[in-house]
């Protein structure tokens, strides 16, 4: 079976630069390296295949001769062989080369912790009311999370006993193995990544440094907060393994909707319904607000439904700022019901005695209606 070509086998142009090789390289590697692909035989010769390439198409004297004569210029012992590479330390050079910060890095020790990892984030869901939004406040809440054991102090081991090295990968986490024509490495399977043996475990918390605990803390809620503000408390989420450093606690606050009040931004919304006669005469009303206090609004003679009346500073405060946001209300006339034979008496009587200055703007509109449909009726 032919060969294919290195260039199409790494994906690349025939004037791809060094760096565009080793960048399709890198590629190829990872998407076909054996360790990602445990169920596909075919993948460790197609990662030979492309360390082969690679190999021949990195080095100027090589890539030339391959120009030339193409898989010819390395038969009989000239160069890369059918099934190797050659000079220096073959595949694994390469594989060095271009994943050391992955790989060579751990096997010097230059990632490893000993198995101590960072507790993961905590997600809080907390409701707070339009009020307390308004004020802010302190608020207690309870969390369970993992905590480190106060019996061995997060070691995972027997007060009074200590973790030893592990034996298989000499404490450095990291293990390297054969496969094939190359060497891996890997997490070492003794220790799991630690380097360390505990070889007798705290009965208290198994050996894994930290327990499932309830912690209540102490949350100050800003006046203003807004729907979806996030809060972070660092340093208050899940204990690390081993005493590894502790994960953040953040807290997602949401705002209850109120029954009298709807908020957009820092102003808030209202609907008054006032009776007919006060629409009609003009008068006022009186509302509490969220500062605990009651403010009077004056309706004029006249007022339709929909009036808006606007309370300046009677809003929400916005966040760590000084200003205030307003209250808008809109009025709702609310016609009469169940009325009594002496009301329905004077309303009737009211209406004998209107008149189209009473009622200008429905007057107006009946005008205009009829106004179309005699002009429709013309054009018939």
Known sequence: ???????????????????????????????????????DSSAEAKFKELGEAYDVLKDPQKRSAYDQFGHAAFENGNGAAAGGFAGGGGFSDIFEDIFGEMMGNRARGGDRSGGRTRGADLRYNMEVSLEDAFAGKAAEIIVPTAVSCEECSGSGATPGSSPVTCSTCAGSGRVRASQGFFSVERTCPSCHGRGEIIADPCSNCSGQGRVTKERSLSVNIPAGIEDGVRIRLAGEGEAGTLGGPTGDLYIFLSVKPHEFFQRDGADLFCRIPISMTVAALGGEFQIATLD??????????GTQTGKQFRLRGKGMPVMRSSSVGDLYIQVVTETPQKLTKRQRELLEEFQQISSDENNPESTGFFSRMKNIFDDLKATD
Do not use: C, W
């Open 1 to 39: 079976m032919a060969k294919a070509d290195y260039y199409e086998t790494l994906g690349v142009a025939r004037d791809a630069s060094e760096k565009e090789l080793k960048s399709a390289f890198r590629k190829q590697a990872i998407k076909y390296h054996p360790d990602k692909n445990l169920d």
């Open 292 to 301: 605990d206090a009651k403010s009077r609004v004056k309706v004029p003679e």
